[in-house]
RNA sequence: GCCCCCUUGGCGGAAUCUGGUAGACGCAACGGACUUAAAAUCCGUUUUCCGGAAGGAAGUGCCGGUUCGAGUCCGGCAGGGGGCACCA
């Protein structure tokens, strides 16, 4: 019996694809264009086989569609720059650059042993000058449009790594790396300013029809598109005005007080001669932004003294209060509290003693005074606190708000009357806040607006290794943007890492040099960008890669956008918006791109393996464990050892299974289809040592019913015999069937699907090899076995190119285009229709396909088990659908 | 708190879009063949219950609805997962 030997077959055909070129396509505007990408690693270290899974999917997709007639660009790249390196550079004493281009090494070796139909012609990574001073040049150029600036805001700070975090890298109000509390600190950094395309990156979300809806969910719900009114009070005995922003104008009349952020100008000029107030403004500062602070956080107030007058009864006054739980960064930092319809609002009035005044109320119910619900029994009265809606002891159902807030917005009645614009009753909500705005703006007190929570996007870190920010500032404090020709600005090499703080700043000399045209002094900008920069753009350069410019236009035009992105959910908002910023940004800088970077997306889930701990708690690689005696030990001294939960493949826990273990021992078509068949490809995948040698199984048996076929197989191109035998037209029916059902699969992404029917089809295909006889049935056989290889070959390449030549071919399987599916055998001319008694099955009947309706329902009638159910009982009702299902109602 | 998704055998999953034979395909398990033995390979059984069999009954998290017919559609509940979050 014969066996695979991968190992030879693998290195030989990646040799040949390599030396043919076979996946290095050009710009060909006669054909159709197919770019498949996968997100691009980071040069961490070493891949493992979770990591595989991206790549193969990526794969899949891009062999099939070479097959289907695209021209097809596969790249791939690295995502150079990040703090890993500087981490590596500080622990082993090795330069970050030298550190990364390892790493770099050895992983496009580990992707290569996967034989992927990657261009490696077009590979780039992305700390390369010639790749970053493009990137320079575009924020030179965001910067003359005004999509880039320059301004005072809180970050962030860790203060052991003297460095900015992102809010991602703040764990439970501490530095992800340090431990350190992480401190709130006011910095000038440079912004994109992304909110200037939040519309439109929120409305063209419905064009992206291939993006999963909850990606498109996420991103909206980031973008947070609030609609409301901005409102303008003034402020007793001062000039100015405070302007809060609001999504309920209709409940102005219930507003009791006003509250401005700590931050808002209005309390840092108050607190200049306040101490009190100036102290607790930096207690609110101190305020950690984590989840848990945010939780368990009081809401606490200090009454300024200032009142606001409200804009309809001018005799009102609501005290203004500077409250820590007021975000200087939505909206205009400010806003008027109306504690009935709000709970941060009745929080904070219950706390202060303000007033609660309710202004609607679902229709049709009494409302209590305070003083009616004081009279109320103790039991009774404590019922408002979970819910202003009551039905009393008495009957009555009636409406008071005590400590839960009433924010419904249905059907409401409204206890106020803005003149000739409303009727004072039951109004719809929305209505309300229009006639509310209506007349803000009949006294110039307010208009309609419309708030994001999207923020500007902050991309300063104080970080080595990226890109330096390509500005200056001159002695006399002048920004000065670095000229296009003195492009790229390139980070020195000479660093020292045992100083703390940002090596760039305490370089001897980089920083210092002369403005270009003034000949004055000025330092460089030290802070490097956020890396998500570099990954906000590198799908387009893959074009044209090796182009002077960032983008060659004809390069672009062929083939962006990406028709096919694939990459892990954890994405969805971050690298995916700020793709989708960048090429509008780059657009109106005058820039060859579209704005939709991404046509098509497809988010994979993870690779989990079990977790295990040895006696002391210890994480356990999966090659130090093995079974013995049906308990699980350490191999090193037998000690027992606990299975933990099933978890993402990650080196922390030490659950991961090596790359090379696994194309050592079985081959990467092997690996290949382990993680394409047991798992739809967006769900999380259980990575097992018996799947994987369930998956060898089938590789064995797929290569033995092609190398050693039961006939004798006619040439490769022999043409159709006129006639089959039955058995033969049977299964030329199920290749058929099959060719066409595996093509719907890989192109909904459904390759467990395909791998089951692809594994059906072999069974059949083994069973006719012992009956078949004749040349017809030869002839059958090779097309079942050509049809078999080339479904296989998109998941399994190495064994589809070395059973393709076996099967007599010189045209590489890589080369020969899917089969055309004949559709006249994919429909069977008998169909097995099921019979149900009263919505019981009780029967199935073969029967040529579109029998006449009153035909199969006499067969069905005919039925013994039918009559049996029926037990003499009169048919009162029988329901035909063609060719699928008879149902008799007794 | 707001928003979204999921729940099918011992396990991964199919059938869900468009209501029409629930459990494809695989893993694991059990039984058997081959072998001195093992590995490899092959064959069979495998939702549960009753039955020797033929056959029958129940069954897709729970409760209810629509329908000749519901895993699939609608309403409610429970459990699990995810996103956002002092966002006014």
Redesign the pocket.
């Known amino acids: ?1 014969s ?1 695979y030997n991968f190992r030879e077959t693998e290195a030989k055909w990646q040799a040949i694809w390599e030396e043919r070129g076979t996946f290095r396509p050009r710009v060909d505007p006669d054909r159709q264009k197919y770019y498949v990408l996968e997100m691009f690693p980071y040069p961490s270290g070493r891949l493992h086989i979770g990591h595989a899974r991206n790549y193969t999917i990526g794969d899949v997709v891009a062999r099939y569609k070479k097959a289907c007639g695209f021209n097809v660009m596969h790249p791939m790249g690295w995502d150079a720059f990040g703090l890993p390196a500087e981490n590596a550079a500080m622990a082993n004493k090795v330069h970050p650059a030298d550190w990364t281009y390892e790493n770099i090494r050895v992983m496009r070796g580990q992707l290569q042993l996967l034989g992927l139909s990657y261009d490696w012609s077009r590979e780039l990574a992305t700390c390369d000058p010639d790749y970053y001073k493009h990137e320079q040049r575009m924020f030179l150029e965001f910067l003359e449009a005004g999509l880039a600036y320059r301004k005072e805001s809180w970050v962030n700070w860790d203060p052991v790594e003297n460095t900015v975090l992102a809010n991602e890298q703040v764990i439970d109000g501490r530095g992800w790396r340090s431990g350190a509390a992480v401190e709130r600190r006011k910095l000038t950094q440079w912004f994109l300013r992304i909110t200037e395309f939040a519309d439109d990156l929120l409305e063209s979300i419905r064009t992206l029809e291939r993006w999963p ?2 990606v498109r ?2 991103q909206e ?2 973008i ?1 598109r ?1 609609v ?1 009114a901005r409102m303008s009070f003034k402020v007793e005995g001062r000039d100015e005005r405070l302007v ?5 104008p209709d409940t102005i009349f219930g507003a009791s007080f006003c509250a401005i ?1 700590a931050d808002h100008p209005l309390a840092e000029s108050l607190a200049r001669n306040d101490s009190d107030m100036a102290g607790f403004i930096a207690e609110c500062r101190k ?1 950690g ?1 984590s ?1 848990e602070a ?2 368990t ?4 107030g200090y009454d300024t003294g200032l009142n606001a007058v409200h804009p309809f009864e001018p005799d009102r006054r609501l005290p203004i209060y500077i409250a ?12 008027f509290g109306c504690p009935a319809h ?4 009745l929080d904070f009035a219950r706390k202060y003693g303000l007033s609660v005044r309710p202004v609607l109320w679902p229709p049709g119910l009494k409302v209590l005074s305070d003083a009616e619900a004081e009279a109320l029994p103790a039991g009774e009265r404590a019922r408002f606190d979970r819910d202003p809606v009551q039905t009393l002891a008495d009957g009555r159902s009636v409406f008071h708000v005590g400590n839960t807030a009433y924010d419904d917005t249905s059907l409401a009645e409204y206890d106020y009357d803005l003149g000739d614009l409303t009727e004072e009753v039951r109004l719809s909500v929305n209505r309300a806040k229009d006639i509310a705005v209506a007349a803000l703006a009949d006294r110039d007190a307010g208009e309609a607006a419309i ?1 994001y ?1 999207l923020r500007d996007w902050g991309v300063s870190r104080q970080r080595y290794w990226g890109c330096p920010i390509p500005v200056m500032y001159r002695e006399d404090g002048t920004m000065v943007p670095v000229p296009y020709d003195q492009l790229p600005v390139e980070l020195p090499k000479d660093i020292d890492f045992d100083a703390p703080g940002n090596p760039l700043e305490n370089h001897p000399t980089w920083k210092y040099t002369t403005c270009p045209h003034t000949g004055q002094k000025a330092v460089r900008e030290t802070d490097t960008f956020d890396t998500f920069l570099e990954s906000s753009w590198y799908f387009a350069r893959f074009c044209s890669p090796q182009a002077g410019t960032a983008f060659d236009s004809d390069a672009v035009g062929y083939w962006l956008p990406v028709d096919q992105y694939i990459g892990g ?2 994405h ?2 971050l690298h995916l918006l700020y793709s989708r910023f960048f090429m509008r940004a780059l657009q109106r800088c005058g820039y060859p791109v579209g704005k939709e970077p991404f046509a098509g997306l497809m988010t994979q889930g993870m690779v989990c393996h079990e977790t295990y701990q040895g006696p002391d708690g210890g994480w356990l690689f999966p090659e130090e464990v093995e079974h013995r005696d049906g308990r699980l030990i350490r191999i090193a001294d037998g000690a027992p050892v606990t299975v933990g939960r099933l978890e993402k493949m990650s080196k922390s826990r030490k659950n991961v299974i090596g790359l090379e273990s696994v194309v050592d021992a079985y081959g990467s078509d092997t690996g290949r289809l382990v993680l394409l ?4 490809p967006e ?4 990575w ?1 040592e ?2 994987l ?2 998956a ?3 590789v ?2 797929l290569w033995r019913l092609v190398d050693e076929p039961a006939l004798e197989l006619p040439p490769p191109g022999t043409p159709a015999p006129a006639e089959f035998p039955a058995a033969a037209l049977d299964l030329r029916r199920k290749v058929h069937q099959t060719l066409q059902a595996v093509g719907e699969d890989f192109e909904g992404f ?1 390759f ?2 395909a ?2 029917r692809v ?2 089809l072999s ?1 059949l295909i ?1 069973d006719f090899t012992g009956t078949g006889t004749g040349s017809e049935s030869a002839w059958a056989l090779r097309e079942a076995l050509e049809a078999l290889v080339i479904m296989a070959g998109p998941m399994m390449p190495h064994l589809g190119e070395e059973l393709w030549e076996r099967l007599g071919h010189t045209v590489l399987l890589a080369d020969t285009p899917w089969p055309v599916v004949d559709a006249a055998l994919t429909v069977e001319d008998r169909v ?3 019979v ?1 008694v ?5 029967a ?1 009947l073969d029967l040529p396909r579109d029998m006449p309706k009153d035909e199969a329902e006499q067969a069905a009638l005919a039925d013994p ?1 039918v009559v ?2 029926l037990g003499g009982k009169a048919v009162r ?1 029988v ?1 035909v ?1 063609p060719n ?2 008879v ?1 008799v ?1 007794a």
Do not use: C, H
Not at 297 to 300: C, G, L, M
Not at 324 to 335: D, H, K, Q, S, W
Not at 838 to 842: C, V, Y
């Open positions: 019996m066996r809806d909850r969910l996420m719900n980031w947070g609030s409301g809060v922003f609001t999504t309920r952020a305020l932004t989840e945010i939780e956080a009081e809401k606490r820590n739980f007021v975000l200087m960064e939505y909206g205009t930092g400010a806003i709000d709970q941060r609002d708030t929570r959910i954890e969805a908002v068949s047991d798992s739809p769900r999380d995948l259980e097992t018996s799947g040698e369930g060898w199984r089938y064995n048996r459904r467990n699907k791998v089951a594994r059906e069974g083994a097995t229709i099921a149900q009263n919505g019981k099955l009780r199935t088990g049996r159910a009702k329901i659908v699928r299902i149902n109602v």
